[in-house]
């Protein structure tokens, strides 16, 4: 199930008693870190409420195909488009046979027209109502438009709501969810709790004046977006940065060190593997003044103390979890990233050259030098974005090491 993390679940619910098995559906999809949102049919509306649908899944429920307000919002093109897979449970010999027509009368059946997404159908209905050679024959038209895009889950055969006993109860809602996840890849990284450190620290002078640095995020951000990618959880802890941040991941922003370590320690609990790409601010000013300060004398001496070290605070603590740093150099990088990588025991360490203005801080590429105990790789020029998803690849690779 851990296929499922951040993934996007579109629910269509039609017409059928056990509309009611979609409550635990939508509680089993969300607890495996599936985003869901529902689209329910006006049958599905008679046996469970859009109210019960919409506090389960956390988003509003979608019903209307021609609501101007979905349309400014989320209509039937942009619900198509955002799924990662559609779901329609429990599909009724109704809906399978308006599917099977290619119609789009509804919400529900126009999104199954317009999207791209794979689709999985469990079917529910009477036993004789599955039996019966029409809703066979729509089966089976399905089945060959949709091809190998159409997954069919059930229907199970027992005891149903009517009476009757034979084919057509809806499959329990575990085994749904467990079918659903079956059709995502494995990632490198599903269902691993990352956080990533982003961005620059600002530390205050005065109401109005700070001591920083040109990070801008780009790199942990791009890490951030290619853990998601690699089915992680993922938290990024950001210093003040002007890039959108990745969605599907959880964003803390912090302003200073003292703030980032806080938001890095109150992670820490559930978090397995820690990468500190933030540019943080060695040192603060000693004390901070609570008014601006006035120009006076042509000289002027900020006193400066030691910020502690957030990577290596992560690194100390036990049980740690697979701890990542950045090393910024602008001379002898090896000598400097081996000896960060020693001294504040880390896993792996990535090195970069910031005295090059093509690379590193503020620009769209990096080239970095790996180094962890065992071994090292040279990764060179390249898109942030890129150099992120190799890296992920290797960390994962040295994590389940
Ligand atoms: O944000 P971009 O514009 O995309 O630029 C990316 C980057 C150049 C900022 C990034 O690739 C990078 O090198 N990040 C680390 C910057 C840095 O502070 O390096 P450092 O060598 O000074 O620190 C070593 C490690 O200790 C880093 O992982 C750093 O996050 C961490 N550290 C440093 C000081 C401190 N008080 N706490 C820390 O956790």
Redesign the pocket.
């Known amino acids: 199930m851990q296929r499922l993390t951040n993934r996007r679940i579109l629910l269509g619910i039609s017409g059928g008693i056990a509309a009611y098995k979609c409550a635990e559906l939508v509680r089993l999809l969300s607890k495996a870190g599936a985003e869901v949102r529902v689209i329910m049919t006006s049958g599905a509306m008679e046996f469970i409420t859009p109210l019960t649908m919409q506090a389960l899944s956390g988003n509003p429920v979608h019903h209307a195909l021609l609501d101007p307000e979905a349309e400014a919002g989320m209509g039937h093109i942009e619900l198509a488009k955002w799924a990662d897979l559609l779901l329609i449970a429990p599909a009724s010999a109704n809906l399978i046979s308006r599917l099977a027509q290619g119609m789009g009368n509804d919400l529900l059946t126009t999104v199954c027209l317009a999207t791209d997404a794979p689709i999985c159908l469990a079917p529910a209905m009477n036993q004789a109502m599955w039996r019966d050679p029409m809703t066979q024959a729509n089966m089976e038209r399905l089945q060959a438009a949709h091809g190998d895009n159409l997954t069919v889950i059930g229907p199970d055969a027992g005891e149903q709501a009517c009476g009757d006993v034979g084919p057509g109860r809806m499959m329990e809602p575990e085994a749904i969810a467990t079918a659903v996840a079956d059709r995502f890849d494995t990632g490198l990284l599903d269902g691993v709790s990352v956080v990533i ?4 620290t600002r530390e205050a002078i005065d109401p109005v004046r700070y001591i920083s ?10 890490l951030a977006a290619a853990a998601r990618d690699a089915g992680a959880r993922v938290t990024l802890i950001s210093g003040p ?1 002007t890039i959108p941040a990745p969605d599907r991941v959880q964003v803390v922003h912090v302003t200073s ?1 003292l703030d ?2 806080q938001a890095a320690q109150s992670e820490l609990e559930h978090c397995q593997i820690f990468i ?7 040192y603060r000013p000693a004390s901070v003044a609570d008014q601006k300060v006035k120009k006076s004398t042509d000289e002027l001496s900020i006193q400066l103390i030691k ?8 690194a100390a603590h036990e049980p740690h979890p697979f701890t ?6 602008t001379q002898d990088v090896e000598h ?1 990233a081996r000896d ?1 990588l020693a001294r ?1 025991n880390l896993d792996l ?2 090195a ?1 050259d ?1 005295s090059r203005t093509d690379i ?4 769209d590429d ?1 080239a ?1 030098s790996v180094f962890w105990p065992e071994g090292q790789q040279r990764f060179d020029t390249m898109n ?1 974005h890129s150099l992120a998803r190799a890296l992920i690849e290797l960390i994962a690779g040295q994590y389940k090491a």
């Not at 640095?213 to 791009?222: E, L, T």
């Not at 910020?307 to 992560?314: E, G, L, Q």
């Not at 590193?360 to 620009?363: A, D, Q, R, T, V």
């Open positions: 450190t982003a961005g620059p640095n040109h990070s801008s995020g780009k790199m942990g951000y791009a940065v060190a980032m370590l500190a790409s933030a540019a943080v601010a060695d910020n502690p070290d957030i990577v290596a605070t992560v990542v740093g950045f090393a910024a150099e400097y960060k504040k360490i990535v970069n910031v590193g801080f503020n620009s990096n970095v942030k």
